[in-house]
């Protein structure tokens, strides 16, 4: 399995669809909440619904697409 990727965050909190952006899984807002209300993002192996939902350092995000699923980590 490989090491999943981190992506550094400036703040203590980001939101979901910004950190899909900023983590290159969302090509844009749009892209972003299609993705999470389509289902095929999970954060720390759950499906996660909102767009909104905040993150921390050290959570993981899943996204689910046709070439397999692309896991990273907030850091």
Known sequence: MDTPIEVPIRDDVIRLG????????????????DLVAD??????????????????????VTVAGPEGDETVVVA
Do not use: I, P
């Open 39 to 60: 289902g095929d993002v999970s954060v720390d192996g759950e499906v996660e619904t909102r767009r909104g939902r905040q993150l921390t350092r050290g959570m993981r």
């Open 18 to 33: 910004q950190f899909l952006k900023l983590a290159g899984l969302a090509e844009s807002g749009t892209h972003a909440r």
